[in-house]
């Protein structure tokens, strides 16, 4: 898989808004998201009922809500790996 992101196997809410990832490659963290979820596919991720909801999408690789709210695997293993959402030249 050279040149893609690996797939999120895992996830789990430490606590609203807070997700701890798990990759195909063993990578994992915690990841800080309610700043990425935009627009009106998120408004019942974005409740805590809702936020805890989470879960992963085997086709996709990637994390998703009920009512196909989801998030890029690459954005999100960007800020695993660095500290830093794609769009970032220093860490928050």
């Not at 700043?35 to 936020?51: E, I, K, S, V």
């Not at 909801?53 to 293993?77: H, I, R």
Request: net charge negative.
């Amino acid at each position: 898989m050279i040149g893609l992101t690996p797939d999120i196997t895992a996830v789990s809410v430490v606590r609203h808004g807070v997700l701890r990832l798990m990759f195909a490659d063993g990578l994992a963290g915690e990841v800080e998201v309610p700043d990425r979820m935009r627009g009106p596919a998120f408004a019942n991720a974005l409740t805590p009922n809702g936020f805890a909801a989470v879960s992963v999408d085997a086709e996709t690789g990637t994390v998703v809500w009920p009512g196909g709210a989801d998030l890029a695997p690459d954005t999100l293993d960007q800020r695993v790996r660095t500290g830093l959402w794609p769009e970032q030249s220093t860490a928050a």
